[in-house]
Nanobody
Framework: QVQLAESGRGLVQAGGSLRLSCVAS????????MGWFRQAPGQERELVAR???????YYADSVKGRFTISRDSAKNTVYLQMNSLKPEDTAVYSC?????????????WGRGTQVTVSS
């Protein structure tokens, strides 16, 4: 019954911005670690950003300073604001959530949303 639904897919030009949203249903995720992953063509899936239930955040070096993860616990929603997008940011972006409260191990996954950045 737990589902994560991403939205915000799109085609943008280099230097543009895009905001992804992930709405969780079925359970409250106010005390769950949330994260965004991406998988580019021919590459391994990587953790882009992570938001702990206590507010701690993590960003991959490749997106640090350009991407921002935020959350609205009351709405069970997590966001990924992407600025200064580059063609190499093109990937399928997936939302993920920890399976238990106060854990950092991801257990729930969204289906992903395509983000394409043109040059």
């Amino acid at each position: 019954q737990v589902q994560l639904a991403e939205s915000g897919r799109g085609l943008v030009q280099a230097g543009g911005s895009l905001r992804l949203s992930c709405v969780a249903s079925g359970r409250t995720f106010s005390r769950r670690t949330m994260g965004w992953f991406r998988q580019a063509p021919g590459q391994e899936r990587e953790l882009v950003a992570r938001s702990g239930w206590g507010g701690a955040t993590y960003y991959a070096d490749s997106v640090k300073g350009r991407f921002t993860i935020s959350r609205d616990s009351a709405k069970n929603t997590v966001y990924l604001q992407m600025n200064s997008l580059k063609p190499e940011d093109t990937a399928v972006y997936s939302c993920a959530a920890a399976g238990t409260d106060y854990s950092t191990q991801f257990d729930y996954w969204g289906r992903g949303t395509q983000v394409t950045v043109s040059s």
